[in-house]
């Protein structure tokens, strides 16, 4: 199966900028959306960003304006750009990508999650 390899988080103070990144990894046909999420302990996953194979992007009203997922379809790639970040942003964030084929199964579509990567903004 595709595996998800995430890269990006760490400790910034609030105002600063990082850079998520998500590549996932195996003998892929398509992807039909790449996602980030975030989730807190004690709350549920929340989705932050969303952009499906012909560039349409979603966000979550709380990082409009901020965050800026992109792709890249032929290198399976997913990246978010946030900026002006706020304490509140701080989560572990997952890579999300949905609806996958690959060479393996081509009858078959499914989902796979990354293991996270920290983001702390400290106040």
């Known amino acids: 199966q595709v595996q998800l390899v995430e890269s990006g988080g760490g400790l910034v103070q609030a105002g600063g900028s990082l850079r998520l990144a998500c590549e996932a990894i195996?003998?892929?046909?398509?992807?039909?959306?790449m996602s980030w999420y975030r989730q807190v302990p004690g709350k549920q996953r929340e989705l932050v960003a969303s952009?499906?194979?012909?560039?349409?992007?979603t966000y979550a009203d709380s990082v409009k304006g901020r965050f800026t997922i992109s792709r890249d379809n032929d290198k399976n790639t997913a990246d978010l750009q946030m900026i002006r970040l706020k304490p509140e942003d701080s989560a572990m964030y997952y890579c999300?990508?949905?609806?996958?084929?690959?060479?393996?199964?081509?009858?078959?579509?499914?989902?796979?999650w990354g293991q996270g990567t920290q983001v702390t903004v400290s106040s």
């Open positions: 999300f990508a949905g609806a996958i084929i690959d060479y393996n199964n081509f009858d078959r579509k499914y989902n796979k």
């Open positions: 195996g003998r892929i046909l398509m992807i039909d959306t």
């Open positions: 952009m499906d194979k012909g560039g349409a992007a």
